[in-house]
Structures are given as C-alpha cells and as structure tokens.
C-alpha cells in the first residue's frame, strides 16, 4: 500500500493567516494526488484535484501544488467556515486507494 | 446536480452482514462516464477506502477487505450496494457512497452522500 502521511496533524491558527499543510507519499504518486475538507457530522468535499487543480465551486484561496512524493495545500487567507479537518488521497495506485490521516485545523 | 444518499440498518450483530444500499438521484448509475464507491469512517478516526464499482459489474476491492465484501448495482432503481460478511466491532463506522470519477490513476471522489452511521454490537 502506498502510505499517505499528512503534517502537521493539529494546526492553531487565526482568521487571515496564510496556512500550509502537506502530504508525503511513501512512493512517487506522479500528481494524482486530492484533497478534501471535512466538516464535523459531514462528509468530506473534493478540493483539489491532480494536485493542483480547483474543483468547480471551490473559493480560489485554496491551492495545491506538488508531484511525486512531496504535495502542499495551501489556504492563503483562512476564513471562518475554513476551520475544518483536511485528508489527501493518492489514486496512483488502485490497489489501495489511500488517505492521509488527517490535518485538524483549529481557530487559534 | 448528482446527489447520493445511503441506506440500511444502523445495527448489525456481530458476524452478520452489512447491508447498506446508495441511491442516486439527478443522475444515472448507468453513466459509462464514473464509477461508484464505498469509503468509511470510524468514529473518531480517519478515512478508508472500501472499493468502487462500474455498472456493468466490474469492481475494485480494497484488497484488505476484498475477502468479505461484494458490490453490486441496480440500475433499474438507479442505487448500487455494498455487502460486508461477518462483521466485527472494528466495522463500525460511518459509510459513505460517492461518485468515483474513474477507475484509473486519476480517481477522485465527488459528490458524496451524507454518511450513515453503522454500528456492529450484539
């Protein structure tokens, strides 16, 4: 299985910051890499797609970028709806389909 | 818009099966252009990949999970199904059904249902 490992797993932060969070793959993953936002008692919702392209709908303030091992998802200018948990999910291989674990974003 | 939405019981004794069944609306299960999955979610914790499905039967299992579960779809009801044997506490979970965009390296899951809460206890 390819492993997915998301840092930081807890990140404090204030309306307007500028956050990043990344996701590491144990094998190059090419950019077929998603994320998602998930809100408490919701289902997640795609973000971000072949690691840096926008799902329709999405605010422009989020953004990914990376290929291989290496990905970042970056939210420019937090806003209040933002503070919400936060998974990458590798498609390069099938055999699993993977996720990170997890990033918690809290208002600092 | 698609949207999806799962049902089935909420309680499942151990060792029986999980049956949960994910209706589709405003679009067609029988649309060659996605394929339909299965991810879940225990309580707390993160997110796992259960497998996917094409309508004409052809499916993808978690190979950790492959042993005991089983996809199907009705397109007649416009819903596809997710059957899991002999289930354990450890599945206990909340499961979602979403639409897979392929069955290739480029798979990403969107929409999704709103999760249902299954929980296995005698």
């Known amino acids: 299985d390819i492993q997915m490992t998301q840092s930081p797993s807890f990140l404090s932060a204030s309306v307007g910051d500028r956050v990043t969070i990344t996701c590491r793959a144990s094998?190059?993953?090419?950019?077929?890499l998603n994320w998602y936002q998930q809100k408490p008692g919701k289902a997640p919702k795609l973000l971000i797609y072949?690691?840096?392209s926008l799902q329709s709908g999405v605010p422009s303030r989020f953004s990914g970028s990376g290929s291989g091992t290496d990905f970042t998802l970056t939210i420019s200018s937090l806003q209040p709806e933002d503070f919400a948990t936060y998974y990458c999910q590798q498609s390069y291989s099938t055999l699993p389909i993977t996720f990170g674990q997890g990033t918690r974003l809290e208002i600092k | 818009q698609v949207q999806l939405q799962e049902s089935g019981p909420g309680l499942v004794k151990p060792s029986e099966t999980l049956s949960l069944t994910c209706t589709v609306s405003?679009?067609?299960?029988?649309?060659?252009?996605?394929?339909w999955s299965w991810i879940r979610q225990p309580p707390g914790k993160g997110l796992e990949w259960i497998g996917y499905m094409y309508y004409i039967g052809s499916t993808n299992y978690n190979p950790s999970l492959e042993s005991r579960v089983t996809m199907s779809v009705d397109p007649s009801k416009n819903h596809f199904s997710l059957k899991l044997t002999s289930v354990t506490s450890a599945d206990t979970a909340v499961y979602y059904c979403?639409?897979?965009?392929?069955?290739?390296?480029?798979?990403?899951?969107?929409?999704w249902g709103q999760g249902t809460l299954v929980t296995v206890s005698s």
């Open positions: 405003g679009g067609s299960v029988s649309s060659g252009r996605y394929y």
């Open positions: 072949d690691a840096s």
């Open positions: 979403a639409r897979s965009t392929s069955g290739n390296s480029r798979t990403w899951f969107d929409p």
């Open positions: 094998q190059s993953i090419a950019i077929y």
